[in-house]
């Protein structure tokens, strides 16, 4: 028989100034919660204090998702004795390219209640700003490292989005950004549209569309800071 636990998916900073972007009722979740589960507990801790100074933080229970090969035994554990769990990403929803969907998908399973909370998500603020086609779209995640096999894949992604008018989405490491950057600009037609997006809910965030053979004509240097791409081929 299934537990009477809860399970809350907490979003969290995109980034350390995006404070505005966190709906209050995400502290109300967190005073229901006994236990978390989190990527990072060191920065889940620093988030919690940030946008709930009275927190005390060894009032929880914390496990960190990535520690040990039986998270997933404990978490049931946990659900059975009807405990309420929050699961804590390093940025933006849990779930969402993020290792927390392994537990809601236990959650699932044993038939717990999941309540997914709103909050900043960078595959969704990018899309929405980009002016590209959001009723078709996919993320794909990073993008091979080995150089040949990341313009192949770009290739790809480009004809599939010629083909079918589908907005392809997909991420980088930052230090690597600028390198994806220059693969981009010399590998894409020069009429599909790439969008940028930078530091989203940031002081310094920005939001960019254009053709690649517009961006080949700026200056672009994202060296180092958390960025999303976006690229739509031309019809």
Same mark, same amino acid.
């Given at each position: 028989?299934?537990?009477?636990?809860?399970?809350?998916?907490?979003?969290?900073?995109?980034?350390?100034?995006?404070?505005?972007?966190?709906?209050?009722?995400?502290?109300?979740?967190?005073?229901?919660?006994?236990?978390?589960?989190?990527?990072?507990?060191?920065?889940?801790?620093?988030?919690?204090?940030?946008?709930?100074?009275?927190?005390?933080?060894?009032?929880?229970?914390?496990?960190?998702?990535?520690?040990?090969?039986?998270?997933?035994?404990?978490?049931?554990?946990?659900?059975?004795? &009807?405990?309420?769990? &929050?699961?804590? $990403?390093?940025? &933006?929803?849990?779930?969402?390219?993020?290792?927390?969907?392994?537990?809601?998908?236990?959650?699932?399973?044993?038939?717990?209640?999941?309540?997914?909370?709103?909050?900043?998500?960078?595959?969704?603020?990018?899309?929405?700003?980009? &002016?590209?086609?959001?009723?078709?779209?996919?993320?794909?995640?990073?993008?091979?490292?080995?150089?040949?096999?990341?313009?192949?894949?770009?290739?790809?992604?480009?004809?599939? $989005?010629?083909?079918?008018?589908?907005?392809?989405?997909?991420?980088?490491?930052?230090?690597?950004?600028?390198?994806?950057?220059?693969?981009?600009?010399?590998?894409?037609?020069?009429?599909?549209?790439?969008?940028?997006?930078?530091?989203?809910?940031? $002081?310094?965030?920005?939001?960019?569309?254009?053709?690649?053979?517009?961006?080949?004509?700026?200056?672009?240097?994202?060296?180092?800071?958390?960025?999303?791409?976006?690229?739509?081929?031309?019809?």
């Amino acid at each position: 028989m299934a537990g009477k636990g809860m399970v809350y998916l907490v979003p969290s900073l995109l980034d350390e100034s995006g404070t505005d972007a966190i709906p209050p009722y995400i502290i109300e979740a967190i005073k229901q919660c006994n236990i978390l589960f989190v990527e990072n507990e060191r920065t889940a801790r620093r988030y919690l204090k940030k946008i709930w100074k009275e927190i005390v933080i060894d009032d929880y229970e914390w496990f960190v998702m990535s520690d040990s090969s039986n998270v997933s035994d404990t978490f049931r554990q946990k659900l059975k004795e &009807g405990k309420t769990i &929050g699961i804590i $990403s390093e940025a &933006g929803c849990p779930g969402v390219a993020d290792p927390g969907q392994a537990l809601v998908a236990i959650a699932q399973e044993m038939e717990v209640p999941v309540k997914p909370l709103v909050g900043p998500n960078s595959i969704l603020l990018a899309l929405m700003a980009s &002016g590209m086609n959001g009723q078709q779209f996919q993320f794909v995640g990073y993008l091979p490292i080995d150089n040949l096999q990341k313009i192949k894949t770009i290739k790809e992604l480009e004809a599939e $989005s010629h083909k079918k008018n589908c907005t392809q989405i997909f991420i980088e490491t930052p230090y690597r950004n600028n390198q994806l950057f220059e693969t981009l600009a010399t590998h894409c037609k020069p009429s599909t549209r790439l969008c940028i997006a930078v530091d989203l809910t940031g $002081s310094a965030e920005w939001i960019k569309t254009r053709t690649v053979a517009e961006w080949k004509k700026e200056r672009t240097d994202i060296h180092k800071r958390p960025a999303i791409f976006l690229l739509l081929a031309a019809h």
